[in-house]
């Protein structure tokens, strides 16, 4: 049972570390906003609360899980977490060289072609609009600048 709900647990406890250490620690929150104005901790303490809540959820739905096998997945072994970690680091370390778009379009392709059984079109297509959702939700709607990379200025 411990082994079920330790995701949930881990999770929820991610949140409230960057809620109550990382937030306070790491970002300076201007002294005085206008009313309505939001400063530069409202998304991650917003980002926080939600791992807060997920984690939660997590534990709730798998206490309630009557499946027997309470034994790793088959599927996942070290060299799937072995390459993801490598994907997570590629990724971060193409933000800048790239710039954050293309390198969302590639993390998300990669993953997804190494982890699902959809044919390469698809997922090429589902990487595609995910990284046309992530430049039209951050940089039209919110105004946020995303980095560009080494060749956002040509």
Do not use: H
């Amino acid at each position: 049972m411990v082994r079920r709900v330790l995701p949930g647990v881990i999770t929820a406890l991610f949140g409230l570390f960057v809620l109550f250490v990382a937030i306070p620690v790491g970002i300076e929150a201007p002294r005085m906003l206008q009313p309505g104005a939001v400063g530069p901790d409202d998304f991650p303490r917003y980002l926080s609360w939600a791992l807060v809540v997920t984690g939660a959820a997590l534990c709730v739905i798998s206490l309630g899980d009557d499946d027997p096998g309470d034994g790793p997945r088959e599927d996942l072994s070290l060299r799937n977490a072995v390459g993801f970690a490598a994907a997570i680091l590629a990724f971060l370390a193409l933000i800048s060289l790239i710039g954050m778009v293309p390198a969302i379009f590639l993390f998300v392709l990669v993953m997804l072609w190494s982890t699902s059984a959809y044919p390469v079109w698809k997922v090429a297509l589902i990487a595609l609009v995910f990284a046309v959702i992530v430049e039209v939700v951050f940089v039209e709607i919110a105004g946020i600048r995303l980095p560009r990379g080494v060749f956002g200025s040509l």
